[in-house]
């Protein structure tokens, strides 16, 4: 791989080369690794990008997540660390492996670009970099999923939408919920949503860009070009301009529909390209 990448450090893995790269702008070639550690603030996309990636052959990748998990229930009352019981691990693993070979059709892009998702096992991938940890807390009841919650009755098309996320793709669908609570401890370890004071419904979240109804991050059906440049491209402004224009009202809310109860700069929608107002933007990325 002859690139500029932005890079702490480079491993040599067998005849891997694997390097942790804040951005990379060119292929990988066949046998390649790389493992990608992009904090919130350091993507492009303003959701971490945790993961190992390694070439395959011409059209496919794998992607290896490194997942640590937590009991949400006794999270949830003492806030601290408690790791599931080793029984109960080994059960949430196998049926997210399954999960995983189950939806592999839906990882394929519309040029044929395959990104499988692996669970990474430190005894077995020792030709893969060690991918940063990757906290989920774990939950027997119901719980609305996202990448670090979930929940027993998960369904395997929810699993995947939710490991996408890890690899730095961002919710596109229309949101329902409404505004976000303006008490963060509450947001943060109890009710995230709340009524607009006013008792209006008003979604958060509806700057976000028309897409593609069939996407993997809309209704969980499949993974578009875009997607896939994203993931084997992290950070790279060359290879994803459109898709990095598009996103970055994902996590928007316009004044409106925030509803604030005194006038304050705040929220609003970025303007975007007119593509992104279409169904096109996700699968307009040629390889």
């Known amino acids: 791989m002859k690139s500029t990448l932005f890079a702490s450090f480079i491993l040599l893995s067998g005849l891997a080369h694997a390097a942790s790269a804040f951005v990379s702008c060119d292929e990988l070639d066949v046998g390649e690794s790389m493992a990608v550690?992009?904090?919130?603030?350091?993507?492009?996309?303003?959701?971490?990008?945790?993961?190992?990636?390694?070439r395959v052959d011409d059209v496919?990748?794998?992607?290896?997540?490194?997942?640590?998990?937590?009991?949400?229930?006794?999270?949830?009352?003492?806030?601290?660390?408690?790791?599931?019981?080793?029984?109960?691990?080994?059960?949430i693993r196998k049926n997210l492996k399954r999960c995983y070979e189950q939806m592999s059709s839906a990882m394929?892009?519309?040029?044929?670009?395959?990104?499988?998702?692996?669970?990474?096992?430190?005894?077995?991938?020792?030709?893969?970099?060690?991918?940063?940890?990757?906290?989920?807390?774990?939950?027997?009841?119901?719980?609305?999923a996202n990448s670090s919650l979930y929940y027993s009755t998960m369904r395997c098309d929810v699993a995947v939408h939710e490991a996408y996320h890890i690899l730095?793709?961002?919710?596109?669908?229309?949101?329902?919920?409404?505004?976000?609570?303006?008490?963060?401890?509450?947001?943060?370890?109890?009710?995230?949503?709340?009524?607009?004071?006013?008792?209006?419904?008003?979604?958060?979240y509806d700057c976000r860009a028309k897409t593609n109804?069939?996407?993997?991050?809309?209704?969980?059906?499949?993974?578009?070009?875009?997607?896939?440049n994203a993931i084997?491209?992290?950070?790279?402004?060359?290879?994803?301009?459109?898709?990095?224009?598009?996103?970055?009202?994902s996590l928007k809310t316009s004044r409106k529909n925030l509803k604030l109860p005194v006038p304050l700069p705040v929220g609003g929608c970025a303007k975007?390209?007119?593509?992104?107002?279409?169904?096109d933007w996700i699968k307009i990325q040629q390889h």
């Not at 550690?37 to 390694?54: E, V």
């Not at 692996?118 to 990757?134: C, R, S, T």
């Not at 943060?188 to 008792?199: L, W």
């Not at 993997?216 to 896939?228: D, E, R």
């Open 232 to 249: 084997i491209y992290p950070n790279c402004e060359e290879k994803n301009e459109i898709y990095f224009a598009c996103i970055k009202n």
């Open 108 to 144: 394929k892009d519309e040029h044929g670009r395959l990104v499988k998702i692996k669970l990474f096992d430190a005894e077995k991938d020792l030709d893969i970099p060690v991918p940063a940890v990757h906290k989920v807390w774990y939950s027997t009841a119901f719980q609305r």
């Open 37 to 54: 550690h992009n904090k919130d603030g350091r993507s492009r996309s303003k959701i971490g990008q945790t993961y190992a990636l390694k």
């Open 213 to 228: 109804p069939k996407s993997m991050m809309s209704n969980n059906i499949q993974i578009f070009s875009a997607h896939v």
């Open 60 to 91: 496919t990748y794998e992607a290896y997540i490194n997942l640590e998990f937590y009991d949400y229930e006794e999270e949830k009352e003492k806030y601290g660390k408690i790791p599931l019981p080793q029984d109960q691990e080994h059960t």
């Open 168 to 204: 730095g793709l961002v919710d596109e669908y229309k949101e329902e919920w409404k505004e976000i609570n303006s008490n963060l401890f509450q947001r943060m370890f109890g009710q995230k949503y709340v009524p607009n004071a006013d008792g209006v419904e008003r979604p958060i």
């Open 272 to 279: 975007m390209p007119d593509i992104c107002y279409t169904e």
